[in-house]
Protein backbone atom coordinates (compact mmCIF):
# COMPACT_ATOMS: atom_id res chain seq x y z
CA UNK A 1 0.00 0.00 0.00
CA UNK A 2 1.32 3.28 -0.43
CA UNK A 3 2.44 5.45 2.21
CA UNK A 4 2.12 9.27 2.77
CA UNK A 5 4.97 11.29 3.63
CA UNK A 6 3.68 13.23 7.19
CA UNK A 7 6.42 15.61 7.21
CA UNK A 8 6.25 16.10 3.54
CA UNK A 9 2.95 16.65 3.70
CA UNK A 10 3.00 19.05 6.66
CA UNK A 11 5.82 21.21 5.02
CA UNK A 12 3.86 22.13 2.02
CA UNK A 13 0.84 22.93 4.42
CA UNK A 14 2.44 25.38 6.18
CA UNK A 15 4.07 26.71 2.64
CA UNK A 16 0.93 27.63 1.69
CA UNK A 17 0.20 29.06 4.98
CA UNK A 18 2.43 31.53 4.55
CA UNK A 19 0.93 32.62 1.34
CA UNK A 20 -1.46 35.33 2.93
CA UNK A 21 -0.78 34.42 6.50
CA UNK A 22 -1.75 36.94 9.21
CA UNK A 23 -1.11 36.05 12.50
CA UNK A 24 -2.39 32.08 12.67
CA UNK A 25 -5.09 32.88 10.13
CA UNK A 26 -4.86 32.92 6.39
CA UNK A 27 -6.11 36.34 4.34
CA UNK A 28 -6.04 34.66 0.54
CA UNK A 29 -9.66 35.69 -1.41
CA UNK A 30 -10.32 33.98 -4.73
CA UNK A 31 -8.24 36.18 -7.12
CA UNK A 32 -6.59 38.35 -4.96
CA UNK A 33 -2.88 38.77 -5.40
CA UNK A 34 -2.38 36.44 -2.29
CA UNK A 35 -4.61 33.95 -4.04
CA UNK A 36 -2.82 33.70 -7.49
CA UNK A 37 0.80 33.73 -5.78
CA UNK A 38 -0.60 30.65 -4.22
CA UNK A 39 -2.27 29.62 -7.40
CA UNK A 40 1.01 29.76 -8.99
CA UNK A 41 3.24 27.90 -6.16
CA UNK A 42 0.48 25.14 -6.42
CA UNK A 43 0.98 24.84 -10.23
CA UNK A 44 4.66 24.49 -9.45
CA UNK A 45 4.42 22.25 -6.70
CA UNK A 46 2.15 19.70 -8.81
CA UNK A 47 4.65 19.77 -11.51
CA UNK A 48 7.89 19.02 -9.06
CA UNK A 49 5.27 15.92 -8.04
CA UNK A 50 5.40 15.00 -11.92
CA UNK A 51 1.90 16.12 -12.61
CA UNK A 52 1.23 18.15 -15.96
CA UNK A 53 0.12 21.24 -14.02
CA UNK A 54 -2.11 24.47 -15.83
CA UNK A 55 -4.12 27.23 -14.20
CA UNK A 56 -7.79 27.44 -16.07
CA UNK A 57 -9.64 30.74 -16.77
CA UNK A 58 -11.30 30.99 -13.89
CA UNK A 59 -8.50 30.14 -11.33
CA UNK A 60 -8.72 26.22 -11.18
CA UNK A 61 -5.98 24.33 -10.56
CA UNK A 62 -5.55 21.39 -12.01
CA UNK A 63 -2.32 18.92 -11.68
CA UNK A 64 -2.91 16.08 -14.53
CA UNK A 65 -1.90 12.12 -14.17
CA UNK A 66 0.40 11.33 -16.90
CA UNK A 67 -0.82 8.07 -16.32
CA UNK A 68 -3.53 7.15 -18.52
CA UNK A 69 -7.27 6.89 -16.93
CA UNK A 70 -9.40 5.83 -14.95
CA UNK A 71 -7.90 8.82 -12.72
CA UNK A 72 -9.25 10.17 -9.33
CA UNK A 73 -9.73 14.03 -9.38
CA UNK A 74 -8.48 14.53 -5.99
CA UNK A 75 -8.57 17.95 -3.70
CA UNK A 76 -10.61 21.05 -2.64
CA UNK A 77 -9.98 24.89 -2.59
CA UNK A 78 -7.27 27.37 -1.55
CA UNK A 79 -9.26 30.59 -1.51
CA UNK A 80 -10.58 31.49 2.09
CA UNK A 81 -12.85 33.34 3.61
CA UNK A 82 -11.67 37.10 4.19
CA UNK A 83 -10.36 36.65 7.51
CA UNK A 84 -10.28 32.49 7.39
CA UNK A 85 -8.76 29.78 8.46
CA UNK A 86 -5.08 27.87 7.42
CA UNK A 87 -6.59 24.80 6.39
CA UNK A 88 -10.17 25.21 5.28
CA UNK A 89 -9.92 24.09 1.41
CA UNK A 90 -6.25 24.09 1.99
CA UNK A 91 -5.83 20.60 3.68
CA UNK A 92 -7.97 18.76 1.09
CA UNK A 93 -5.55 20.61 -1.84
CA UNK A 94 -2.26 19.66 -0.20
CA UNK A 95 -3.84 16.01 0.10
CA UNK A 96 -4.74 15.95 -3.48
CA UNK A 97 -0.79 16.50 -3.68
CA UNK A 98 0.59 14.35 -1.76
CA UNK A 99 -1.72 11.10 -2.21
CA UNK A 100 -0.33 11.60 -5.96
CA UNK A 101 2.94 11.81 -5.09
CA UNK A 102 2.50 8.81 -2.56
CA UNK A 103 0.69 6.95 -5.13
CA UNK A 104 3.17 7.47 -7.55
CA UNK A 105 6.17 6.27 -5.75
CA UNK A 106 4.77 2.82 -4.56
CA UNK A 107 5.48 0.13 -7.47
CA UNK A 108 2.21 -1.09 -6.19
CA UNK A 109 0.31 2.18 -7.26
CA UNK A 110 2.55 3.85 -9.86
CA UNK A 111 0.49 3.14 -12.63
CA UNK A 112 -2.80 4.79 -11.22
CA UNK A 113 -3.92 8.09 -12.03
CA UNK A 114 -4.52 11.02 -9.46
CA UNK A 115 -5.41 14.47 -10.66
CA UNK A 116 -4.80 16.88 -8.27
CA UNK A 117 -7.35 20.17 -7.91
CA UNK A 118 -7.47 23.30 -6.34
CA UNK A 119 -11.03 24.80 -7.26
CA UNK A 120 -11.72 28.88 -7.37
CA UNK A 121 -14.16 30.34 -5.24
CA UNK A 122 -15.45 28.06 -2.96
CA UNK A 123 -15.68 31.15 -0.68
CA UNK A 124 -18.18 32.96 -2.24
CA UNK A 125 -16.21 36.20 -3.05
CA UNK A 126 -17.86 36.38 -6.55
CA UNK A 127 -20.38 33.09 -6.73
CA UNK A 128 -20.12 29.87 -4.23
CA UNK A 129 -17.98 27.00 -6.25
CA UNK A 130 -17.50 29.29 -8.77
CA UNK A 131 -14.51 26.96 -10.18
CA UNK A 132 -16.12 23.71 -9.69
CA UNK A 133 -19.33 24.89 -11.16
CA UNK A 134 -17.06 26.47 -14.30
CA UNK A 135 -15.36 22.47 -14.25
CA UNK A 136 -18.73 20.85 -14.28
CA UNK A 137 -20.52 23.36 -16.94
CA UNK A 138 -23.26 25.21 -14.73
CA UNK A 139 -21.63 28.54 -15.47
CA UNK A 140 -23.20 30.46 -18.18
CA UNK A 141 -22.17 33.32 -20.14
CA UNK A 142 -25.39 34.83 -18.73
CA UNK A 143 -25.32 33.87 -14.68
CA UNK A 144 -21.16 35.16 -15.14
CA UNK A 145 -22.08 38.64 -16.50
CA UNK A 146 -24.16 39.74 -13.60
CA UNK A 147 -21.33 38.87 -10.61
CA UNK A 148 -19.67 41.03 -8.65
CA UNK A 149 -18.10 41.02 -5.33
CA UNK A 150 -19.84 42.82 -2.48
CA UNK A 151 -17.27 46.19 -3.30
CA UNK A 152 -18.80 46.14 -6.80
CA UNK A 153 -16.05 44.33 -8.50
CA UNK A 154 -17.33 42.46 -11.52
CA UNK A 155 -15.58 38.83 -12.02
CA UNK A 156 -14.38 39.66 -15.41
CA UNK A 157 -12.53 42.98 -14.61
CA UNK A 158 -11.02 40.55 -11.24
CA UNK A 159 -10.27 37.40 -14.16
CA UNK A 160 -8.89 39.89 -16.21
CA UNK A 161 -6.56 41.80 -13.09
CA UNK A 162 -5.22 37.72 -12.39
CA UNK A 163 -3.93 37.65 -16.06
CA UNK A 164 -6.47 35.01 -16.93
CA UNK A 165 -8.72 36.89 -19.60
CA UNK A 166 -8.89 34.62 -22.55
CA UNK A 167 -7.37 31.83 -20.64
CA UNK A 168 -9.37 28.52 -21.77
CA UNK A 169 -11.23 26.80 -19.16
CA UNK A 170 -10.97 23.46 -18.14
CA UNK A 171 -14.01 21.01 -18.05
CA UNK A 172 -15.36 17.08 -17.50
CA UNK A 173 -13.24 15.46 -19.85
CA UNK A 174 -15.68 12.29 -21.10
CA UNK A 175 -14.24 8.60 -19.83
CA UNK A 176 -11.38 9.73 -17.83
CA UNK A 177 -12.64 10.21 -14.32
CA UNK A 178 -13.64 7.25 -11.57
CA UNK A 179 -14.92 9.96 -9.18
CA UNK A 180 -13.97 13.15 -7.26
CA UNK A 181 -12.63 12.75 -3.66
CA UNK A 182 -12.62 15.60 -1.21
CA UNK A 183 -10.82 15.95 2.02
CA UNK A 184 -12.42 19.07 4.52
CA UNK A 185 -11.80 19.70 7.64
CA UNK A 186 -15.18 19.31 9.41
CA UNK A 187 -15.23 22.49 10.96
CA UNK A 188 -17.87 21.41 13.32
CA UNK A 189 -17.14 20.07 16.68
CA UNK A 190 -18.54 16.41 16.50
CA UNK A 191 -15.45 14.46 15.43
CA UNK A 192 -13.64 15.87 18.66
CA UNK A 193 -16.67 15.59 21.38
CA UNK A 194 -17.03 12.18 19.86
CA UNK A 195 -13.33 10.90 20.33
CA UNK A 196 -13.50 9.71 16.77
CA UNK A 197 -10.67 10.58 14.04
CA UNK A 198 -12.34 10.58 10.71
CA UNK A 199 -15.53 11.34 8.99
CA UNK A 200 -16.84 9.90 6.36
CA UNK A 201 -19.66 12.04 4.81
CA UNK A 202 -23.03 9.96 3.83
CA UNK A 203 -25.63 13.44 2.73
CA UNK A 204 -24.01 17.31 2.05
CA UNK A 205 -26.97 19.32 3.49
CA UNK A 206 -29.43 20.95 1.41
CA UNK A 207 -30.52 24.54 2.27
CA UNK A 208 -33.03 27.02 1.49
CA UNK A 209 -33.12 30.73 2.41
CA UNK A 210 -36.56 32.81 2.32
CA UNK A 211 -36.63 36.55 2.00
CA UNK A 212 -39.21 38.06 4.08
CA UNK A 213 -40.59 41.22 3.46
CA UNK A 214 -43.15 43.42 5.54
CA UNK A 215 -45.00 46.21 4.67
CA UNK A 216 -47.31 48.71 6.84
CA UNK A 217 -47.35 52.30 7.12
CA UNK A 218 -44.85 54.56 8.37
CA UNK A 219 -46.12 56.90 11.04
CA UNK A 220 -45.35 58.62 14.06
CA UNK A 221 -44.31 56.81 17.15
CA UNK A 222 -46.45 59.41 19.90
CA UNK A 223 -49.64 60.07 17.89
CA UNK A 224 -50.44 56.72 16.14
CA UNK A 225 -52.43 54.92 18.31
CA UNK A 226 -51.94 51.55 18.56
CA UNK A 227 -54.79 50.19 17.34
CA UNK A 228 -54.42 51.49 14.39
CA UNK A 229 -50.97 51.08 13.50
CA UNK A 230 -49.66 48.78 10.90
CA UNK A 231 -46.49 48.28 12.15
CA UNK A 232 -43.87 46.15 10.16
CA UNK A 233 -41.34 45.49 12.73
CA UNK A 234 -44.01 44.06 14.80
CA UNK A 235 -44.49 41.65 12.23
CA UNK A 236 -40.88 40.84 11.73
CA UNK A 237 -40.85 40.06 15.54
CA UNK A 238 -44.30 37.83 15.37
CA UNK A 239 -43.29 36.03 12.73
CA UNK A 240 -39.24 35.65 13.94
CA UNK A 241 -40.84 34.20 17.35
CA UNK A 242 -42.88 31.87 15.80
CA UNK A 243 -40.37 30.59 13.16
CA UNK A 244 -38.60 29.58 16.79
CA UNK A 245 -41.94 28.49 18.25
CA UNK A 246 -43.05 25.95 14.84
CA UNK A 247 -39.72 24.55 13.45
CA UNK A 248 -38.73 22.92 16.35
CA UNK A 249 -41.71 20.68 15.97
CA UNK A 250 -41.17 19.42 12.49
CA UNK A 251 -37.22 18.97 12.68
CA UNK A 252 -34.64 16.56 12.90
CA UNK A 253 -31.61 15.84 14.27
CA UNK A 254 -29.09 17.66 12.01
CA UNK A 255 -31.84 20.80 10.91
CA UNK A 256 -30.53 24.18 11.48
CA UNK A 257 -32.01 27.76 10.61
CA UNK A 258 -30.72 31.12 11.14
CA UNK A 259 -32.30 34.48 10.87
CA UNK A 260 -28.74 36.16 9.89
CA UNK A 261 -30.09 39.69 8.56
CA UNK A 262 -32.93 41.94 9.85
CA UNK A 263 -33.69 45.33 8.87
CA UNK A 264 -36.13 47.92 9.81
CA UNK A 265 -37.06 51.12 7.60
CA UNK A 266 -36.46 53.65 8.26
CA UNK A 267 -34.66 52.81 11.68
CA UNK A 268 -35.52 55.55 14.25
CA UNK A 269 -36.45 55.88 17.48
CA UNK A 270 -39.61 57.76 17.10
CA UNK A 271 -41.35 56.09 13.75
CA UNK A 272 -43.23 53.12 13.99
CA UNK A 273 -41.63 51.18 11.14
CA UNK A 274 -42.97 51.14 7.92
CA UNK A 275 -41.32 48.13 6.11
CA UNK A 276 -39.30 45.08 7.25
CA UNK A 277 -36.73 42.61 6.07
CA UNK A 278 -35.71 40.00 7.53
CA UNK A 279 -33.72 36.50 6.34
CA UNK A 280 -34.55 33.49 7.17
CA UNK A 281 -32.03 30.06 6.06
CA UNK A 282 -32.62 26.71 7.03
CA UNK A 283 -30.77 23.35 6.38
CA UNK A 284 -31.23 19.69 6.55
CA UNK A 285 -30.63 16.33 4.76
CA UNK A 286 -33.69 15.54 4.41
CA UNK A 287 -35.91 17.55 1.53
CA UNK A 288 -39.00 16.15 3.33
CA UNK A 289 -38.25 18.76 6.10
CA UNK A 290 -36.62 21.77 3.88
CA UNK A 291 -40.45 20.98 2.15
CA UNK A 292 -42.37 21.05 5.47
CA UNK A 293 -40.66 24.83 6.55
CA UNK A 294 -41.65 26.12 3.36
CA UNK A 295 -45.07 25.42 4.50
CA UNK A 296 -45.15 26.29 7.80
CA UNK A 297 -43.37 29.84 6.42
CA UNK A 298 -46.64 29.78 4.00
CA UNK A 299 -48.77 29.11 7.46
CA UNK A 300 -47.10 32.00 8.75
CA UNK A 301 -47.34 34.28 6.40
CA UNK A 302 -51.06 33.93 6.05
CA UNK A 303 -51.64 34.35 9.40
CA UNK A 304 -50.10 37.60 9.57
CA UNK A 305 -51.66 38.89 6.30
CA UNK A 306 -55.40 37.90 8.46
CA UNK A 307 -55.01 40.55 11.02
CA UNK A 308 -54.81 43.03 8.36
CA UNK A 309 -51.98 45.40 9.68
CA UNK A 310 -48.93 44.96 8.09
CA UNK A 311 -48.33 42.76 5.04
CA UNK A 312 -45.74 39.84 4.72
CA UNK A 313 -44.52 38.25 1.65
CA UNK A 314 -42.50 35.22 1.41
CA UNK A 315 -39.80 34.75 -1.42
CA UNK A 316 -37.31 32.00 -2.37
CA UNK A 317 -33.84 33.90 -1.70
CA UNK A 318 -32.00 31.96 -3.70
CA UNK A 319 -31.76 28.83 -6.01
CA UNK A 320 -32.54 25.62 -3.29
CA UNK A 321 -29.57 23.38 -2.88
CA UNK A 322 -30.62 20.04 -2.47
CA UNK A 323 -29.40 17.53 -0.08
CA UNK A 324 -26.82 15.60 -1.98
CA UNK A 325 -25.59 12.11 -1.06
CA UNK A 326 -22.59 11.20 -1.43
CA UNK A 327 -21.31 7.70 -3.78
CA UNK A 328 -21.82 4.61 -1.69
CA UNK A 329 -19.06 3.10 -3.74
CA UNK A 330 -16.33 5.56 -3.27
CA UNK A 331 -17.54 5.63 0.58
CA UNK A 332 -17.21 1.90 0.88
CA UNK A 333 -13.78 2.14 0.26
CA UNK A 334 -12.96 5.28 2.14
CA UNK A 335 -14.73 3.04 5.30
CA UNK A 336 -11.83 0.18 4.89
CA UNK A 337 -9.39 2.11 4.62
CA UNK A 338 -10.61 3.97 8.30
CA UNK A 339 -10.89 1.47 9.79
CA UNK A 340 -7.26 -0.31 8.84
CA UNK A 341 -6.32 2.93 10.26
CA UNK A 342 -8.72 4.09 12.79
CA UNK A 343 -10.15 0.77 13.64
CA UNK A 344 -13.47 1.90 15.51
CA UNK A 345 -12.53 5.79 15.67
CA UNK A 346 -14.55 6.46 12.50
CA UNK A 347 -18.24 7.31 11.23
CA UNK A 348 -20.08 8.62 8.81
CA UNK A 349 -21.75 11.68 9.32
CA UNK A 350 -23.04 14.58 7.03
CA UNK A 351 -21.60 17.23 6.19
CA UNK A 352 -23.53 20.74 7.56
CA UNK A 353 -20.98 23.11 5.52
CA UNK A 354 -21.64 23.08 1.76
CA UNK A 355 -18.81 22.02 -0.71
CA UNK A 356 -17.13 21.68 -4.23
CA UNK A 357 -17.50 17.94 -3.45
CA UNK A 358 -21.65 19.12 -3.73
CA UNK A 359 -21.67 20.38 -7.49
CA UNK A 360 -19.21 18.03 -8.60
CA UNK A 361 -21.30 15.37 -7.52
CA UNK A 362 -23.90 16.18 -9.98
CA UNK A 363 -21.40 15.10 -12.84
CA UNK A 364 -18.72 12.91 -10.90
CA UNK A 365 -19.13 9.96 -8.21
CA UNK A 366 -18.44 11.72 -5.45
CA UNK A 367 -16.94 11.16 -1.59
CA UNK A 368 -15.90 13.29 1.57
CA UNK A 369 -13.40 12.74 3.92
CA UNK A 370 -13.29 14.91 7.66
CA UNK A 371 -10.97 14.89 9.59
CA UNK A 372 -11.71 16.98 13.05
CA UNK A 373 -11.22 20.63 13.73
CA UNK A 374 -9.72 21.54 17.50
CA UNK A 375 -12.52 23.17 19.44
CA UNK A 376 -15.00 22.77 16.43
CA UNK A 377 -13.73 26.28 15.32
CA UNK A 378 -13.82 27.44 11.79
CA UNK A 379 -14.38 30.26 9.49
CA UNK A 380 -12.00 32.40 11.74
CA UNK A 381 -7.77 32.49 12.26
CA UNK A 382 -8.26 30.09 15.38
CA UNK A 383 -9.02 27.10 13.07
CA UNK A 384 -6.95 24.39 13.59
CA UNK A 385 -6.33 20.54 13.35
CA UNK A 386 -3.91 17.97 15.32
CA UNK A 387 -0.83 17.71 13.15
CA UNK A 388 -1.22 13.63 13.78
CA UNK A 389 -4.76 13.59 12.86
CA UNK A 390 -3.92 15.61 9.63
CA UNK A 391 -1.29 13.08 8.67
CA UNK A 392 -4.04 10.06 9.46
CA UNK A 393 -6.44 11.59 7.52
CA UNK A 394 -4.56 11.57 4.13
CA UNK A 395 -3.09 8.16 4.48
CA UNK A 396 -6.51 7.04 5.28
CA UNK A 397 -7.64 8.98 1.84
CA UNK A 398 -4.60 7.67 -0.39
CA UNK A 399 -5.02 3.89 0.76
CA UNK A 400 -8.95 4.27 -0.45
CA UNK A 401 -7.71 6.08 -3.83
CA UNK A 402 -5.09 3.32 -4.15
CA UNK A 403 -7.99 0.78 -3.39
CA UNK A 404 -10.76 2.90 -5.87
CA UNK A 405 -8.48 2.87 -8.73
CA UNK A 406 -7.10 -0.60 -8.11
CA UNK A 407 -10.15 -2.30 -8.40
CA UNK A 408 -11.37 0.03 -12.02
CA UNK A 409 -7.81 -1.29 -13.38
CA UNK A 410 -8.76 -1.89 -16.83
ZN1 LIG B 1 -13.84 24.89 2.63
Known sequence: MPQIDGERLLGDLAALRGIGASGPGVVRPAFGARDMEARHWLADRFEAAGLEASIDGVGNVVGRSRNSG??????????????GGWLDGALGVIYGLEVARALAEDAGSRDLAVDAVSWQDEESRFLGCLGSRSFCGLLTAEIEQGISDGDGVALADAIAEAGLEGV??????????????????????????????????DTIVGLRGIDMTFEGQQNHAGTTMMAGRKDAATALFEFAHRVNEEFPKAMAERTVWTMGRAVLEPGAVSIV??????????????????????????????????????????????????????????????MRAAETHAAGKWVEMPSGAFHDAGIVSGVLPSAMLFIPSIGGISHDFAEDSHGTDIVLGCQVLADAAASMLASARP
Open 70 to 83: PALLIGSHSDTQPT
Open 168 to 201: ARLGLEEGRYLGFLEAHIEQGPQLEDDGKLIGIV
Open 273 to 334: PGRAELSLQFRDVSTAVLDGFEEIVDGLVADINAKGKATATARRSRTPIAPTEMDPGLRAHL
